[in-house]
């Protein structure tokens, strides 16, 4: 598959990890990815202002995603995903808008419908290359490594414009994370939100949040913390000592993108999946039982 | 005529109301029945006290202004789980995110990171420069040094039209 990719803001110009391993680990599915030129922020913090300004920007992106002629295009970040998919779900069912927008695209000589298809490293991974195809590529099995996943908020809600797992009892990651060999525990707070969006206002709340989820994913015995969103990841893995301290706890969890989790279980160098780079990996730990 | 808060002595307001209403899509708080799904699993409920179908409640009677000059606005974590769960479709997160549009419009108290992302947006497209990584062993990275390809940058006529757009 030749896919687009847009990366959105967070990831690049902060979580790298995510962009590196991401770039390492598709080629190796034969998945191709082409980048694109000219793309602005999807519009997440311009919702808050101005919510017409924010479809702009979700739709503009989509358009030029569209004028490379792809089919597929991929998009890492939850927060993004979720912006896109809902813009073309408006556009889709909205003409009056749809006129409006495009009024505005005009201006740049852009144009809206464009029929990409919509992926984000879940449902890539876990519908289109499928987990048999992963765990025949597993060199480094991680058995006896147990792992807590968090597939986040926007990328299984709203489930009426379509999302990649199920809204309530999202089992994907869990499934691409035993595909590597590792167990995947069952947890209570599996649903509950990183806190990321409350940065802007209410750190210690953001900090509360992130702080008790991973305290209780420690207590259940988890080796490591694996998510797919880049605001989701800065808030327990970057912010993971704040967040200690805010809820009070000693945290030592390794919170990894589940791309540096597959790169690692197929054999690619840690350094290539920037795993440098992730404040709570401890490498000692993480592969105590997979050599 | 129109409702008056006792505590407060705020009034209702026909009109606010009604922008609220016409920009929501495919959102109708006005089918709320207060059923409280959505307060019941609100990520803000604990730490910030934040009631969504209080706010539901709130709109649909028209105390708008006094949402939109309440820090409460601001609680909401965007985790959709209202959206997703109300039977109604009143889509809470959809109609704080309104009240939010009329506060800045009105100047009222806005958080200040939005801004700076915004004016980060007309600068180069993206909601942020390009940061300093550091690795564990306290060694500075960037795209370049990590043999990433460079960033991309919207071009000058998309700041053109997203001014524009912006400014209503
Ligand atoms: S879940 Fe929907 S109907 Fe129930 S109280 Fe909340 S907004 Fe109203
Ligand atoms: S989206 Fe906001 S209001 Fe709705 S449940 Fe989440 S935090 Fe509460």
């Not at chain 1, 499934?175 to 947890?187: F, K, P, T």
């Not at chain 2, 307060?39 to 969504?52: A, F």
């Not at chain 2, 601001?74 to 479709?89: D, H, I, M, V």
């Not at chain 2, 060694?139 to 460079?150: S, V």
């Given at each position: 598959m030749?896919?687009?990719?847009?990366w959105?803001?967070?990831i690049?110009t902060e979580?790298?990890?995510?962009?590196?391993s991401t770039?390492?680990?598709l080629?190796r599915?034969n998945?191709?990815l082409?980048?694109l030129e000219?793309?602005s922020?999807?519009?997440?913090?311009?919702?808050?202002v101005?919510?017409s300004?924010?479809?702009?920007?979700?739709v503009?992106?989509?358009?030029?995603?569209g004028?490379t002629g792809?089919?597929?295009?991929?998009?890492?970040?939850?927060e993004?995903?979720?912006?896109l998919?809902?813009a073309?779900n408006?556009l889709?069912?909205?003409?009056?808008?749809?006129?409006?927008?495009?009024e505005?695209l005009?201006e740049e000589?852009?144009e809206?419908?464009s029929?990409?298809?919509?992926w984000?490293?879940?449902?890539?991974?876990?519908?289109?290359?499928?987990?048999d195809t992963i765990r025949?590529k597993?060199?480094k099995?991680?058995?006896?490594?147990k792992?807590?996943?968090?597939?986040?908020c926007?990328?299984?809600?709203?489930?009426?414009?379509?999302?990649v797992d199920?809204?309530?009892?999202?089992?994907k990651?869990?499934?691409?994370?035993?595909?590597?060999?590792a167990?995947s525990?069952d947890y209570?707070?599996k649903?509950?939100c990183?806190?990321a969006?409350?940065?802007?206002?209410?750190?210690?709340?953001?900090?509360?949040?992130?702080?008790?989820?991973?305290r209780?994913?420690q207590t259940y015995?988890?080796?490591g913390?694996v998510?797919?969103?880049p605001?989701?990841?800065?808030?327990?893995?970057a912010?993971?000592?704040?967040?200690?301290?805010?809820v009070?706890?000693k945290?030592?969890?390794?919170?990894?993108?589940?791309?540096q989790?597959?790169?690692?279980?197929i054999?690619?160098?840690?350094?290539k999946?920037?795993?440098?780079?992730?404040?709570?990996f401890d490498p000692?730990?993480f592969?105590?039982r997979?050599? | 005529m129109?409702?008056?808060?006792l505590?407060?002595?705020?009034?209702t307001?026909?009109?606010?109301?009604?922008?609220?209403f016409?920009?929501?899509?495919?959102a109708h708080?006005d089918?709320c029945?207060?059923?409280?799904?959505?307060?019941?699993?609100?990520?803000s409920?604990?730490l910030l006290e934040?009631?969504?179908?209080e706010?539901?409640?709130?709109?649909n009677?028209g105390?708008?202004q006094e949402?939109v000059?309440?820090?409460?606005?601001?609680?909401?974590?965007?985790?959709?789980?209202?959206r997703?769960?109300?039977?109604?479709n009143?889509?809470?997160?959809?109609t704080i995110?309104e009240?939010?549009?009329?506060a800045?419009e009105r100047?009222?108290?806005?958080?200040?990171?939005?801004m700076?992302?915004?004016a980060?947006?007309?600068e180069t497209?993206l909601t942020?420069?390009e940061?300093?990584?550091?690795?564990?062993?306290?060694q500075?990275?960037?795209r370049?040094?990590?043999g990433?390809?460079k960033?991309?940058?919207?071009n000058?006529k998309?700041?053109?039209?997203?001014?524009k757009?912006l400014?209503?």
């Amino acid at each position: 598959m030749k896919a687009a990719v847009y990366w959105g803001c967070k990831i690049p110009t902060e979580q790298y990890a995510y962009e590196m391993s991401t770039r390492q680990v598709l080629p190796r599915f034969n998945i191709e990815l082409v980048d694109l030129e000219n793309v602005s922020c999807c519009g997440t913090p311009v919702r808050s202002v101005n919510t017409s300004a924010a479809l702009y920007l979700s739709v503009r992106n989509l358009a030029i995603a569209g004028q490379t002629g792809l089919d597929n295009l991929l998009i890492p970040c939850n927060e993004c995903h979720f912006m896109l998919s809902e813009a073309r779900n408006r556009l889709d069912n909205d003409s009056e808008m749809q006129t409006k927008i495009q009024e505005l695209l005009n201006e740049e000589g852009l144009e809206y419908p464009s029929n990409i298809k919509i992926w984000h490293t879940i449902d890539l991974l876990h519908d289109f290359v499928n987990i048999d195809t992963i765990r025949g590529k597993v060199r480094k099995p991680l058995e006896g490594l147990k792992f807590a996943v968090h597939p986040g908020c926007q990328i299984i809600r709203p489930s009426e414009i379509g999302r990649v797992d199920h809204p309530e009892n999202p089992r994907k990651l869990d499934r691409l994370v035993e595909a590597l060999g590792a167990q995947s525990i069952d947890y209570s707070e599996k649903l509950d939100c990183c806190g990321a969006a409350l940065l802007y206002s209410h750190l210690d709340a953001a900090l509360s949040l992130a702080g008790t989820k991973l305290r209780s994913v420690q207590t259940y015995g988890a080796d490591g913390f694996v998510n797919t969103c880049p605001y989701c990841h800065t808030m327990y893995d970057a912010r993971q000592k704040e967040a200690a301290a805010t809820v009070g706890s000693k945290l030592t969890l390794s919170v990894v993108y589940y791309t540096q989790l597959l790169g690692h279980a197929i054999g690619i160098d840690h350094d290539k999946l920037g795993l440098h780079l992730n404040q709570s990996f401890d490498p000692e730990r993480f592969t105590r039982r997979s050599t | 005529m129109s409702l008056t808060d006792l505590m407060t002595m705020a009034k209702t307001d026909k009109e606010l109301r009604k922008r609220i209403f016409t920009k929501l899509w495919r959102a109708h708080p006005d089918e709320c029945f207060q059923c409280m799904r959505c307060t019941s699993g609100c990520t803000s409920l604990k730490l910030l006290e934040l009631k969504p179908h209080e706010i539901v409640l709130l709109v649909n009677s028209g105390f708008i202004q006094e949402l939109v000059s309440s820090d409460i606005i601001w609680t909401c974590a965007s985790c959709l789980k209202c959206r997703e769960r109300c039977p109604q479709n009143a889509s809470p997160y959809n109609t704080i995110l309104e009240l939010r549009n009329l506060a800045v419009e009105r100047e009222a108290k806005i958080p200040e990171a939005y801004m700076k992302a915004i004016a980060q947006i007309l600068e180069t497209g993206l909601t942020q420069p390009e940061q300093t990584a550091t690795t564990r062993d306290m060694q500075p990275q960037n795209r370049e040094k990590l043999g990433l390809p460079k960033l991309p940058y919207a071009n000058d006529k998309f700041k053109t039209v997203f001014m524009k757009i912006l400014g209503g």
